[in-house]
């Protein structure tokens, strides 16, 4: 589990692509490698992916074909740079929602607005998604915990970011027409399902 707080961005310094497998690794400082396990659980630009070996500062991970197909990794290249998550602990402070990291799929941005302290993406997806996403409601892009604006049943809504943001991840260089990993808050989905499932029990 995520807070949807980037904790920086990290340089991929190693990349392999064998078949349905991408092997990749990124290099941390010392206080994101610090106690870090095999086996642990690690955001990358919004992707729950399982470090599969550490080695000094440099982490290493496996993108199967289901996670290559649903999300951005798979056009990732030596020298990107990409938004890291540790994963919560117990204790920590919960200053987003809470991310699975779990993409549901890649919207692509359709619009930006750069003004002075003013930064919003407009990004679309798939019109079958938008029942879960509500004005003023969460939503993670490349696992960044947001607030929904302006959400268009057409299949686009906005997201606003603050200067923090876009010092701790790669959101502030997205240009139209680039692809972003989006993850849809988990109780909505709950919410609105369980709803059209009660609703159609009583129509039925």
Same mark, same amino acid.
């Given at each position: 589990? *995520?807070?949807?707080?980037?904790?920086?961005?990290?340089?991929?310094?190693?990349?392999?692509?064998?078949?349905?497998?991408?092997?990749? #690794?990124?290099?941390? !400082?010392?206080?994101?490698?610090?106690?870090?396990?095999?086996?642990?659980?690690?955001?990358?630009?919004?992707?729950?992916?399982?470090? =599969?070996? $550490? #080695?000094?500062?440099?982490?290493? *991970?496996?993108?199967?074909?289901?996670? /290559?197909? %649903?999300?951005?990794?798979?056009?990732?290249?030596?020298?990107?740079?990409?938004?890291? #998550?540790?994963?919560? %602990?117990?204790? !920590?402070?919960?200053?987003? &929602? !809470?991310?699975?990291? &779990?993409?549901?799929?890649?919207?692509?941005? @359709?619009? $930006?607005?750069?003004?002075?302290?003013?930064? =919003?993406?407009?990004?679309?997806?798939? #019109?079958?998604?938008?029942?879960?996403? /509500?004005?003023?409601? *969460?939503?993670?892009?490349?696992?960044?915990?947001?607030?929904?604006? !302006?959400?268009?049943?057409?299949?686009? *809504?906005? $997201? &606003?970011?603050?200067?923090?943001? /876009?010092?701790?991840?790669? @959101?502030?260089?997205?240009?139209?027409?680039?692809?972003?990993?989006?993850?849809?808050?988990?109780?909505?989905?709950?919410? =609105?399902?369980?709803?059209?499932?009660?609703?159609?029990? %009583?129509?039925?």
């Amino acid at each position: 589990m *995520f807070t949807g707080i980037m904790q920086g961005t990290y340089e991929v310094a190693g990349v392999r692509r064998e078949a349905n497998l991408l092997s990749y #690794e990124i290099t941390l !400082d010392p206080e994101r490698v610090a106690g870090l396990e095999i086996g642990a659980s690690v955001s990358i630009e919004g992707v729950c992916q399982t470090v =599969v070996s $550490v #080695e000094g500062n440099r982490v290493a *991970f496996d993108a199967i074909r289901e996670t /290559l197909d %649903r999300t951005t990794l798979g056009g990732l290249e030596l020298g990107d740079q990409v938004a890291v #998550e540790r994963s919560a %602990r117990v204790g !920590d402070e919960i200053g987003g &929602h !809470d991310v699975s990291g &779990h993409v549901i799929g890649v919207g692509e941005v @359709l619009e $930006v607005q750069d003004q002075e302290n003013i930064y =919003v993406l407009r990004i679309g997806v798939s #019109e079958s998604w938008m029942k879960y996403v /509500l004005d003023k409601g *969460f939503i993670a892009v490349n696992g960044s915990s947001l607030t929904v604006c !302006d959400a268009n049943r057409d299949g686009s *809504f906005a $997201v &606003h970011l603050i200067p923090e943001t /876009l010092r701790l991840t790669r @959101l502030g260089a997205m240009r139209p027409g680039d692809r972003v990993n989006v993850e849809l808050d988990s109780r909505t989905v709950a919410i =609105v399902n369980t709803v059209e499932r009660v609703m159609d029990e %009583r129509s039925g």
